[in-house]
């Protein structure tokens, strides 16, 4: 799951009471931020591992503080103390820590068994990534509803979404089908964190363009 992620922010954004976008949309990537971060500092690992599932060659086998159920809450947990800090709302601290969780959730119907609930085995995942005839609508379906159910909700400018939505499609486009890494090097980390930046960066335009009418909230 990639762009999938960003789903559960655009939808969480149409509540009146909900935070920014673009802390949403770092919301619903932020154990993977860390999980990148991590990698590059050597604190998680994985490795490339060529057909090890159809769809993504990645080995992700020790990954306890960022894709664990508990620490994903942990995460969740940080967001949502940040929303409390800046806004003092419950129900912004709460939309935040439910876009982090999604992410958990969403990982684990497309990985491979390399989740787990508190950082040891047993290791959890439905494996969609090796059914991309599923996986692939699945994850295409799910933004694309959620662009729409924003697009409705929140009235403004069409051009920053339209722009936004491009990218994410073409970040996920290439993320399939462009040349995929034959082996680790910190570019594969670097890569990740440089897209969802470019998400992040979109989003907050993207915010500053469109507000929710609170009548449909
Ligand atoms: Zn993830």
């Known amino acids: 799951m990639f762009i999938g992620h960003w789903a559960?922010?655009?939808?969480?954004?149409?509540?009146?009471?909900?935070?920014?976008?673009?802390?949403?949309?770092v919301g619903a990537q932020l154990v993977d931020f860390a999980f990148f971060a991590f990698v590059l500092l050597g604190v998680e690992h994985m490795r490339i591992v060529?057909?090890?599932?159809?769809?993504v060659p990645f080995d992700l086998y020790h990954m306890p503080w960022t894709h664990s159920l508990l620490g994903?809450?942990?995460?969740?947990?940080i967001l949502a103390a940040l929303?409390?800090?800046a806004l003092k709302n419950r129900i912004a601290a709460l939309l935040a820590a439910?876009?982090?969780?999604?992410?958990?959730?969403l990982d684990?119907?497309?990985?491979?068994p390399d989740l787990t609930l508190v950082g040891t085995p047993p290791k959890l995942g439905l494996g969609l990534w090796d059914h991309p005839w599923i996986a692939m609508p699945l994850e295409l379906g799910i933004i694309l509803a959620a662009l729409v159910y924003y697009?409705?909700?929140?009235?403004?400018k069409m051009l920053p979404l339209i722009v936004l939505s491009v990218v994410l499609l073409v970040l996920q486009l290439v993320n399939w089908f462009g040349e995929q890494a034959s082996e680790m090097s910190a570019q594969v980390p670097i890569t990740g964190l440089v897209a969802f930046t470019v998400a992040v960066l979109l989003a907050w335009w993207l915010g500053?363009?469109?507000?929710i009418s609170p009548s449909q909230g």
């Open 8 to 25: 559960p922010a655009l939808v969480a954004s149409a509540h009146p009471k909900a935070p920014k976008l673009w802390v949403l949309f």
């Open 50 to 55: 060529p057909g090890i599932t159809k769809m």
């Open 72 to 77: 994903t809450i942990g995460w969740a947990a």
């Open 83 to 85: 929303v409390w800090l």
């Open 98 to 105: 439910g876009v982090v969780v999604s992410h958990w959730l």
């Open 108 to 112: 684990l119907l497309v990985h491979r």
């Open 151 to 156: 697009q409705r909700r929140a009235k403004g």
């Open 208 to 211: 500053t363009r469109r507000a």
